[in-house]
């Protein structure tokens, strides 16, 4: 077999957190999740399998990657291989169409644009559930990148983890994410590590996997009846008590830098004068605010003093953009 296949996957942000897991080995999560896939912020991934490479290789960006990034994609691959009956190992090329320094670098549309090409490229041909449950096995916000616009990650009940997939959230809401990019500073903890942690010691863990099912209707309801309060409001207070849960643990796991804050002030600041945003923020210092079309460009010149800033649209689902298998 020497198949090769290209894709394109979009990455997400969780307006619902996932936070924590209910099993390591499938990666399964803790809790479900609410997201909405972002236009403009995408990798694209070509996968060949080649009979004659002796092992899996990787290029990012166009720098062969480092072992621990090689050693996660070899073993997703061969998820891959074992389930196209194939041996052949694959070279794989994955570039983002936005600055990786910037620090918004993501697993979500990474391990979505793997999934698609290396299965296409083994000549499989897997429907949406499978392949979000795939993509989960590489992360788990990568099950949502399979859909475009906003997405919900069902937490499931299965000790097999078949029922742990996301599904497209059907809506015509025409949103805004507004991402300002505060400080690279020093690599912080990564998400696998700090939910590992939170979970073993934070005795807010509990608390947090309690809330979300009711956050998750809340957020549900919010975007059927496009109620941008009700969808903010949940939102933010979903960010904050992950982070609140993540910060309790032992020692702490804390992600907010000076900027974060700053930025969280300035979106209760927007409010109050009446422009409708929200705050969020995932593992790591950045700030997202979810806002509206309309105040897009005001929510961004307010965030600007705090780094690189974009206005994503809602964006669309993962696609294959070439195949030869
Ligand atoms: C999310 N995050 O829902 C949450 C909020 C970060 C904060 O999903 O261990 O890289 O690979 O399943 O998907 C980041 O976690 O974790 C994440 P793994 P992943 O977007």
Not at 72 to 83: H, S
Not at 101 to 120: C, I, K, M, P, V
Not at 208 to 227: F, G
């Amino acid at each position: 077999l020497n198949g090769k296949a290209t894709a394109r996957a979009n990455t997400n942000i969780a307006l619902v957190k996932y936070w924590g897991k209910r099993d390591a080995a499938l990666n399964l999560p803790a809790v479900g999740s609410l997201s909405l896939t972002l236009e403009g912020l995408s990798t694209r991934t070509s996968v060949a399998f080649d009979g004659k490479a002796a092992a899996d290789s990787l290029l990012l960006n166009g720098e062969p990657a480092d072992p621990r990034a090689l050693g996660r994609i070899a073993r997703f691959l061969d998820l891959v291989r074992a389930r196209a009956g194939i041996k052949e190992h694959a070279r794989v090329e994955s570039a983002n169409d936005f600055p990786t320094a910037a620090g918004l670098a993501s697993s979500a549309s990474a391990f979505a644009a793997l999934a698609l090409a290396a299965t296409r490229a083994a000549g499989l041909s897997l429907d949406d559930r499978e392949l979000s449950v795939l993509a989960r096995r590489g992360s788990g916000s990568a099950a949502r990148s399979i859909f475009g616009g906003f997405a919900e990650m069902q937490r499931g009940q299965r000790a097999d983890g078949e029922d742990s997939f996301a599904t497209p959230i059907a809506s015509d809401w025409d949103i805004r994410l507004v991402i300002a990019a505060t400080v690279t500073g020093p690599k912080s903890t990564l998400s696998t590590d700090g939910m590992r942690h939170t979970a073993e010691t934070s005795p807010y863990y509990d608390a947090w996997v309690r809330m979300s099912e009711a956050d998750l209707k809340t957020a549900r309801d919010a975007i059927a009846r496009h109620d941008l309060e009700a969808l903010g409001t949940v939102t933010e207070a979903s960010c904050l008590s992950m982070h609140a849960s993540a910060m309790a643990a032992r020692p702490a796991v804390v992600y907010f830098h000076g900027a974060t804050i700053e930025g969280w002030r300035i979106i209760q600041e927007l409010r109050k004068s009446g422009i409708p945003a929200w705050f969020t923020c995932d593992a790591g210092p950045h700030v997202k605010a979810l806002t509206v079309a309309k105040h897009a460009s005001e929510v961004e010149q307010a965030l600007a003093r705090l780094g690189r800033t974009w206005i994503c649209k809602p964006g669309p689902r993962a696609e294959v953009l070439e195949v030869n298998a």
